[in-house]
């Protein structure tokens, strides 16, 4: 069997949740609990693709220095520096850590 099947079932899929998004009455959406919702799945959808993007390279799981980088700019968010610090710190982070060795 091919990859195409699959292929062409999750587009099929995919293009079904949307779909279906569509036919979801606009009161419902308005409501506080979905807005809420909605806020927590993106925050999670970004968290969780953060993190896989950092631990991961190619088929197994990586530790180096993108770890380091991102614990420095999850402290520096908590102290609530502005983005562009957070970038800063986070890339400073990983190089320091890369030039003390790390992979």
Same mark, same amino acid.
């Given at each position: 069997? #091919?990859?195409?099947?699959? *292929?062409?079932?999750?587009?099929?899929?995919?293009?079904? *949740?949307? %779909?279906?998004?569509?036919? &979801?009455?606009?009161?419902? !959406?308005?409501?506080?609990?979905?807005?809420?919702?909605?806020?927590?799945?993106?925050?999670? %959808?970004?968290?969780? !693709?953060? #993190?896989?993007? #950092? &631990?991961?390279?190619?088929?197994? %799981?990586?530790?180096?220095?993108?770890?380091?980088?991102?614990?420095?700019?999850?402290?520096? !968010?908590?102290?609530? &520096?502005?983005?562009?610090?957070?970038? &800063?710190?986070?890339?400073?982070?990983?190089?320091?850590?890369? !030039?003390?060795?790390?992979?």
């Amino acid at each position: 069997m #091919t990859l195409w099947p699959w *292929i062409l079932l999750a587009y099929a899929a995919a293009f079904a *949740i949307k %779909l279906a998004g569509y036919l &979801v009455p606009a009161a419902w !959406l308005a409501r506080p609990r979905m807005l809420r919702a909605a806020a927590a799945m993106t925050v999670g %959808l970004l968290a969780a !693709l953060t #993190t896989l993007n #950092t &631990v991961s390279g190619g088929q197994a %799981l990586v530790a180096d220095a993108r770890i380091g980088a991102l614990l420095a700019a999850a402290l520096a !968010l908590a102290l609530r &520096v502005p983005f562009l610090g957070v970038v &800063v710190i986070g890339a400073a982070a990983a190089a320091l850590l890369r !030039l003390a060795g790390l992979p």
